[in-house]
C-alpha cells in the first residue's frame, strides 16, 4: 500500500499505466479507523457533525510493530488531526461532513508518511431526538 505501480512497454520503454496502491481499514484485519459515533449526528441540518477518530492496529500485521502514527484532513498530506501509537483517539472533529475523509498514516524513522487507512465520514439525521 502507498505504492506507485508502473507499466512500461518492454521494448520502448514507454510507461502504459500508472496506479496507485491504497488499502482501506476495511479490507484490513487488526486494522480498526473508526468514528464514534457512526455514523456522525447532523441533528441541527447544517450538513457537519461532531465525533471523534479512534484507531486501533494492536493486532494488524504479522507481528505487532510499535507504530508513529498521524491522523490527517481530506487528503494523505492534509492538516494533521492527531498522532499516537497503535492506538489513539482525536479531540472532537467538530467539522466533520457526509464524505469527509480522514487518513491514518504510517511515520517512517525519516519522517516520510505512508497511508495505512482511509475513512470517509458518513452523517445522518436518523439519531437526533
Same mark, same amino acid.
Given at each position: ?8 512497454? #518492454? @521494448? &520502448? ?5 500508472? !496506479? ?8 484490513? *484485519?487488526?486494522?480498526? $479507523?473508526?468514528?464514534d ?35 490527517? #484532513? @481530506? &487528503? ?5 488531526? !492527531? ?8 479531540? *472532537?472533529?467538530p467539522? $466533520? ?25 458518513t ?7
Amino acid at each position: 500500500h502507498g505504492r506507485t505501480l508502473v507499466l512500461v512497454d #518492454r @521494448d &520502448t520503454g514507454a510507461e502504459l499505466a500508472r !496506479a496507485q496502491a491504497r488499502v482501506d481499514a476495511a479490507g484490513c *484485519p487488526g486494522l480498526d $479507523l473508526r468514528l464514534d459515533p457512526a455514523p456522525v449526528p447532523d441533528c441541527d441540518g447544517d450538513g457537519r457533525g461532531t465525533a471523534r477518530a479512534r484507531w486501533d492496529l494492536s493486532g494488524f500485521g504479522e507481528r505487532p510493530v510499535q507504530r508513529s502514527l498521524r491522523l490527517r #484532513r @481530506d &487528503t494523505p498530506d492534509g492538516a494533521l488531526v !492527531a498522532a499516537g501509537g497503535n492506538v489513539g483517539f482525536s479531540a *472532537p472533529l467538530p467539522w $466533520l461532513t457526509h464524505g469527509r475523509q480522514l487518513w491514518l498514516m504510517q511515520v517512517g524513522g525519516d519522517g516520510t508518511e505512508v497511508p495505512l487507512a482511509r475513512l470517509d465520514a458518513t452523517l445522518t439525521r436518523a439519531s437526533c431526538p
